[in-house]
């Protein structure tokens, strides 16, 4: 009954609190876990006295940022397992899920029902923001992995715990099976009045592809989209949204930030898609919100009880409680935070009526007042032609126009190879839809569209493309549907091959 009570009071919190109160918040909280991992957490407290660090002189948050930063390698891997937990044993009840692996041996993180019922917080408040209304019957199709990977589990227990709350969702867990999500959409998906599908971004795109090739019709279903695990376009959600039949895209779909390190970390919220939307179309606000010009961040909103992000020099660190705590912890992300406040001073600055664009939005009492964190793909998923840095999202958006939708899925894999006289070349693997064929006509096309999106974008690659653009002009490559050389059904899409 606490849970519940505590979890209604944080429910209404979310748009009632003003954005100086969860600043305070922001700064008071990851003191008290600083001082309380001190005291109970040998690990820290070790690592603490190695790095000269007296917790009775950290007293302010001034004092909280000077500490050194936490990381996977300098920290966790330093330690046995039970020294890093609360209390310096494993003798609780715990659920592992493992790093996926893409820098390294895979990491397993414990975790307690505190981080799947600060899940269930989200959860719940994405049910709320319906753009149909609350009423009638949801089903919530959970397409993340169900391994060891956290995606799926922490979804499913985040809906489960929100339903002990009464928010009357019925769940079914076909994780990243494509065929037997679409038997659910074909056959069960219908007897409700409101369905939620979650993914993996390119996962759900392929869904929705299928769904639409075998008669489904999603316009009828009200579907909602959540996904998690990698950031996308603006284009990308409209896209998808389209063939969802979604009226309403603040309120009808949100990217979770989140890791197996400590669950949902962020997420987006109709407030910051909003955002999000008025500066990709603002070069000034743009600018304001952002540190890259040529680069669109995940924006998110996070919740100041449950974590604390910095961004010194544009290196995220987190500060949460989990089984294992997590203090001024260095995830390898790049980004930045800011305030509420900070947004509608840039608003007013770029001439912007945050009011007029809310109410065009329709998402007058959805409005939360949280801090924001905005994050880039990780610099590691990215690859060099003669030193120009190439990210997936630059190649991303091309491959989504309306002219490639019957012939491609959008999904590719980006790599750097060298020919047989050692010349380096930018090599694009690109998926083609079930039962088509590829063409010459048709690379030459991506290739025209990459190219010009490259040369808008990034202005490293123009300039080598002004020197040499025969070698730094991409190979294009198709693989046939689903072919696991290239690509594998259901698990995280793998964007640059090294």
């Given amino acids: 009954m606490k849970d519940e009570v505590v979890a209604r009071q944080i429910l209404r919190s979310l748009t009632t609190k003003r954005s100086l109160f969860w ?129 799926g589990l922490i979804t499913y227990k985040a809906f489960e715990i929100a339903d002990e709350r009464g928010a009357g969702t019925a769940i079914i867990t076909p994780g990243s099976n494509k065929t037997e999500v679409l038997t659910v959409l074909r056959e069960l998906a219908p007897q409700f009045d409101n369905v939620i599908l979650a993914g993996y971004p390119p996962f759900v795109k392929d869904v929705l592809d299928e769904a639409e090739e075998e008669g489904i019709r999603l316009a009828r279903l009200n579907l909602r ?55 990709i179309g603002h070069r000034g606000l743009f600018r304001s919100f952002f540190s890259e010009i040529t680069r669109t961040p995940t924006l998110a909103q996070y919740h100041p009880r ?58 007058m009492k959805q409005i939360t007042e949280l801090p924001f964190v905005y994050v880039y793909e990780r610099a590691d998923l990215s690859t060099k032609i003669y030193g120009a840095i190439i990210y997936p999202e630059h190649i991303k958006a091309p491959l989504f126009a309306p002219a490639f939708r019957k012939e491609i899925t959008g999904k590719f894999v980006l790599a750097t190879r060298t020919d047989a006289r050692h010349n380096e070349y930018l090599e694009v693997k690109i998926e083609l839809k079930r039962g088509r064929a590829p063409s010459p006509a048709l690379a030459e096309k991506l290739q025209q569209v990459i190219v010009k999106n490259l040369l808008k974008l990034n202005a490293e690659y123009q300039y080598l493309y002004g020197l040499m653009p025969q070698r730094v002009t991409p190979k294009i490559i198709f693989c046939q549907y689903e072919d696991p050389r290239c690509f594998r059904s259901g698990v995280k899409q793998k964007w640059v091959e090294k």
């Fill in 23 to 151: 600043e305070r918040e922001r700064q008071v909280r990851p003191l008290a876990l600083f001082h309380r991992a001190a005291r109970e957490v040998p690990a820290y407290r070790d690592f603490l006295k190695k790095n000269r660090i007296d917790p009775a002189k950290i007293k302010t948050f001034a004092d909280f940022q000077a500490i050194p930063p936490v990381s996977k390698k300098e920290y966790l891997r330093q330690y046995p397992l039970e020294s890093l937990v609360w209390g310096g044993t494993l003798e609780k009840p715990m659920v592992f899920t493992s790093t996926s692996g893409s820098t390294g041996k895979p990491f397993y993180f414990p975790r307690e029902r505190r981080l799947d019922w600060q899940s269930s917080i989200l959860h719940e408040f994405f049910l709320r923001n319906n753009s149909r209304g609350m009423g009638g019957s949801t089903l919530a199709i959970v397409g993340f992995g169900m391994g060891a990977w956290i995606g």
């Fill in 306 to 363: 449950f974590i604390t992000f910095e961004a010194p020099g544009g290196n995220i660190l987190l500060t949460g409680d989990n089984t294992i705590p997590l203090v001024r912890y260095a995830i390898g992300d790049h980004g930045g935070v800011w305030s509420f406040d900070d947004a509608m001073e840039a608003m007013r600055s770029a001439g912007i009526s945050w009011k007029r664009e809310v109410e065009r939005a329709d998402i």
């Fill in 225 to 279: 989209l959540l996904f998690a695990a990698e950031s996308f376009s603006e284009a990308f959600r409209e896209h998808v949204a389209r063939q969802a039949g979604i009226k309403n895209i603040h309120r009808d779909t949100l990217n979770v930030y989140g890791t197996a390190d400590i669950g949902t970390m962020a997420h987006e919220t109709p407030t910051a898609i909003l955002m999000r939307r008025l500066a």
